[in-house]
Nanobody
Framework: QSQLVESGGGLVQPGGSLRLSCAAS????????IVWFRQAPGKEREAVIC????????NYAGSVKGRFAIHRDNAKNTVHLQMNSLKSEDTAVYYC????????????????WGKGTLVTVSS
């Protein structure tokens, strides 16, 4: 059974950092583009950032450019999301999803989803 599991969420103060991980079983992440989505309370799920199968990176949320970075650890079948200079507006449940060969921002095109990890940015 294919499964994605996010970890690394928690409570952090504004300006702090967190690293989220998306670990997979039953699916090889390097064969998929991996998208991190987030959903804040009362808002729709939005794509944040994606790494393609050729390691091209696409930022979908302009507010995270220069603060968030995504990278693969193929040996561990894991993708990480490094989040720096966190702001209160980054508070959300973060989900990783596996798409096809190319990046896409639309949840409809995701093949696999994790269950999410909560990130709370608050003093």
């Amino acid at each position: 059974q294919s499964q994605l599991v996010e970890s690394g969420g928690g409570l952090v103060q504004p300006g702090g950092s967190l690293r989220l991980s998306c670990a997979a079983s039953g699916v090889t992440l390097e064969n998929h583009s991996i998208v991190w989505f987030r959903q804040a309370p009362g808002k729709e799920r939005e794509a944040v950032i994606c790494i393609s199968t050729t390691d091209n990176i696409t930022n979908y949320a302009g507010s995270v450019k220069g603060r968030f970075a995504i990278h693969r650890d193929n040996a561990k079948n894991t993708v990480h999301l490094q989040m720096n200079s966190l702001k209160s507006e980054d508070t959300a449940v973060y989900y990783c999803a596996a798409a096809g060969w190319s990046c896409h921002y639309d949840p409809f095109f995701m093949n696999y989803w994790g269950k999410g990890t909560l990130v709370t940015v608050s003093s």
